[in-house]
């Protein structure tokens, strides 16, 4: 199973009056280790719109377990846990770097839509290359 990791630090401004991460940041995280994962695939999610695909949230959800603070360093691990030809699943666990602590896990479900239509699209009768460098990451 491929699993990507990817490494950000928390920035002041995505901190409350607490000092903790805001739960909404916790979604731009995903978004952007889901781009990571993806170019696992040897592709971009820039490519994937512009062969008129889309992939919109149907899903969110987030568990948060330990608060983040500023300037920790996260490390978003994401892997596949369901492909299908209309959607795939991701799940997300993010962690503090310096002392591994689980800090929030997280899944997204996005559907596989026609950029014109916005209708969902069978990814491997319509675009099986991009199926199979889906597939490879599961």
């Not at 805001?22 to 995280?29: C, K, L």
């Not at 512009?50 to 608060?67: D, F, H, K, N, S």
């Not at 795939?88 to 310096?98: D, Q």
Request: charge should be neutral; include cysteine; hydrophobic fraction near 40%.
């Amino acid at each position: 199973m491929f699993k990507s990791s990817t490494k950000l630090r928390v920035r002041y401004a995505e901190t409350d009056a607490m000092g903790i991460v805001h739960h909404s940041n916790y979604y731009v995280y995903f978004e952007t280790a889901r781009e990571d994962f993806i170019q696992g695939a040897g592709i971009r999610y820039r490519e994937i719109e512009e062969a008129g695909i889309m992939m919109p949230l149907v899903e969110t959800q987030c568990r948060y377990i330990q608060g983040a603070k500023y300037d920790d360093e996260l490390i978003i691990e994401t892997t596949m846990k369901e492909l299908t030809p209309a959607k795939v699943v991701l799940l997300y666990e993010v962690r503090r770097e310096k002392d591994g602590a689980l800090i929030a896990k997280g899944k997204t479900l996005q559907a596989f839509v026609d950029t014109h239509s916005f209708k969902i699209i069978n990814l491997r009768n319509k675009y099986p290359m991009l199926w199979e460098k889906l597939q490879n990451l599961q």
